[in-house]
């Protein structure tokens, strides 16, 4: 099956579109990766959520024998048929973009992923064990899952948020500094043009080590602070950094579509204009970050007139309004 056909099938799944003849379409090219036991339709059951769609058959397909160094393109997890198109491209050679790689010698599994310097905002990704990474604009990390640990090489900033698992310790380097945790939440700054390293945890404990030497243990609230052209690390009570999740937004009559935007990638949904004027109406407002999509929206239509609805399962949102007039 063609990429664009494989992308279009799975598009039209995603908004519940999709034809019978479409469906008997996509279980034929399931049935044809030779993946899984199971139908596609009995995967799709099974798994039961976007986050397990894209882990179960990233297992599947990683099981197989892929050539080592195979590059794909990975795409924010907002868009589930994307990524189970771009990781059934491994199995197809298709190589566009940024990596996903498979060792055979190793039996270990790399996964990078890049937030280009010209993003608007941070993106959200999901490893395969469902730790969460949110990662600002000129920013990478590299994933690898092996036997004993995970281990993330970072560069930039990131802001992780690990899923606990203490025979499989999550290990973080960034330059010369590794960061050891569990289980726990926290922010890594580590920018190439940067003399700072600076890890800020807001649950959990992690171990700062620079080599053999331990700089320091954290606990939540806390952040150390290291600089690599005095060797020098101070730990402070992390009074200032705020999780990047639920960091304030401020909007001073910015386009109701740029506002949009934001909102898509922070929330990992899609919203819809049915009126294109609504697209380039001023709005002001702000939020301290830990409000529902739902709260915020309330917000933002009314103050233009403007109604929404919620459709596929809370994953597109349509906007109604006449405009900017009102």
Not at 206 to 226: N, P, R, S
């Amino acid at each position: 099956m063609e990429h664009s056909r494989l992308v279009y099938l799975l598009e039209q799944y995603d908004r519940g579109d999709t034809t019978e003849q479409e469906l008997d379409e996509l279980e034929n090219w399931y049935d044809q990766l030779g993946a899984s036991d199971h139908s596609f339709r009995e995967w799709l059951r099974k798994a039961g959520s976007e986050a397990a769609l894209a882990s179960e058959l990233y297992d599947d397909l990683m099981s197989r024998k892929v050539p080592s160094g195979k590059i794909v393109q990975l795409r924010p997890l907002r868009n589930w048929w994307r990524l189970v198109a771009t990781l059934a491209g491994v199995v197809f050679l298709l190589g566009i973009g940024y990596r996903v790689l498979q060792h055979n010698k190793t039996d270990i599994n790399t996964i990078s992923f890049v937030t280009p310097q010209s993003a608007s905002d941070s993106r959200h990704f999901m490893l395969p064990d469902s730790s969460r990474i949110l990662l600002q604009a000129g920013s990478e990390v590299q994933y690898e899952d092996h036997e004993n640990e995970r281990t993330v090489a970072l560069e930039g900033e990131a802001y992780f948020d690990v899923q606990h698992k203490p025979e499989k310790p999550f290990v973080i380097r960034a330059g010369d500094i590794t960061v050891r945790v569990v289980g726990t939440a926290f922010n890594v700054k580590a920018y190439r043009d940067q003399n700072k390293v600076t890890v800020a945890v807001t649950r959990g404990k992690v171990k700062v080590e620079k080599g053999d030497e331990l700089l320091g243990i954290l606990i939540q609230d806390q952040k150390i602070v290291y600089d690599a052209k005095s060797r020098n690390a101070e730990t402070h009570t992390n009074e200032e950094e705020q999780d990047p999740v639920k960091r304030r937004m401020e909007f001073e009559s910015v386009s109701f579509k740029t506002i949009a935007r934001q909102l898509e990638q922070r929330y990992g949904i899609t919203i819809r204009f049915g009126n294109k004027e609504l697209e380039g109406c001023p709005v002001t407002a702000s939020f301290q970050g830990t409000e529902t999509i739902q709260e915020i929206l309330d917000v933002l239509t009314a103050t233009r007139g403007a109604t929404y609805k919620i459709e596929n399962k809370g994953k597109l949102i349509v906007v109604e309004g006449k405009g900017c007039g009102l």
